[in-house]
């Protein structure tokens, strides 16, 4: 039987009660059936609960609480997909044929290594294992450098002080960084000190910093391990979070802020 909601916020309240019901877990997919929406509106209900602290997302469903279990590379990369993909595109418009670019890993970034490789005449220093064999395949004229260093398995990248010796070597035109959490406070996070020695090391020796982040990223606090931001970094997220998530970075004066749009559904733009 289909559960009807009056509006978003009246569904968002039932899918807690709902997920409470089924043991403190769910799967999207049984979530769309129960209210008769689509997967997509499910995503975006789960993502404003995660965003407030209310479930944690996890691959496919969500959890009660606050449990921040590491997902793996391959289950992060269909999590905020279309949002990764519309940063990864508005990141790419950003660097000139011929540039030498420092890449972090992640999901966000591997994403962007499929549009840099259509950039004629780049160097690309990289840690993120996903990007590399994205480089390998590209037919293209890019020069790819891997950072080398201790292999972390989880987010498929290398750190340690291998990778950072080659980071020190160079002096990039623009680095793109990824991060767990996102404060205009704190920074960027990582889940391991060594994450966050490279990236801030990345952003040392770049013209240019750009740090990508979903929605879902902005304003959460679960991480350790934080990292300040670099004085006038760029910061590339999506329209999902809402003005409210937004405005902390709009009122810090040391970053460039870009917001881009997601196309909304037509169940979306019903329920919103």
Request: aromatic share 4%; net charge negative.
């Amino acid at each position: 039987m289909i559960e009807k909601a009056g509006s978003a916020g009246q569904r968002r309240d039932l899918i807690l009660e709902q997920i409470r019901s089924n043991g403190g877990s769910i799967q999207v997919e049984d979530l769309s059936r129960h209210f008769g929406v689509s997967v997509a509106t499910v995503r975006r209900d789960l993502d404003y609960l995660s965003q407030n602290g209310l479930i944690t997302r996890t691959y496919g469903g969500a959890v009660i609480g606050n449990l921040r279990a590491e997902q793996t590379l391959r289950e992060r990369e269909v999590t905020h997909a279309p949002a990764k993909d519309a940063i990864a595109r508005a990141a790419a418009e950003l660097v000139q044929p011929g540039a030498t670019v420092l890449l972090d890993a992640g999901t966000t970034t591997g994403q962007l290594s499929r549009y840099l490789a259509r950039i004629p005449g780049l160097t690309v220093l990289t840690n993120g294992l996903n990007a590399l064999n994205v480089f390998a395949e590209a037919d293209t004229d890019i020069h790819a450098i891997a950072l080398g260093g201790s292999l972390r398995p989880t987010n498929q990248s290398t750190i340690g002080p291998i990778a950072e010796s080659v980071v020190r070597s160079v002096h990039a035109d623009i680095a793109f960084i990824g991060t767990d959490c996102l404060d205009a406070h704190r920074g960027m996070s990582s889940r391991t000190l060594e994450q966050n020695s490279l990236k801030t090391l990345m952003a040392l020796h770049s013209r240019r910093t750009v740090v990508l982040a979903d929605s879902s990223k902005l304003n959460a606090d679960w991480s350790t391990y934080w990292a300040p931001l670099p004085d006038r970094c760029t910061i590339i997220t999506d329209d999902a979070a809402g003005r409210d998530a937004l405005r902390p970075f709009e009122k810090a004066r040391n970053f460039d802020l870009s917001v881009v749009e997601l196309e909304a559904t037509d169940e979306d733009a019903k329920a919103s």
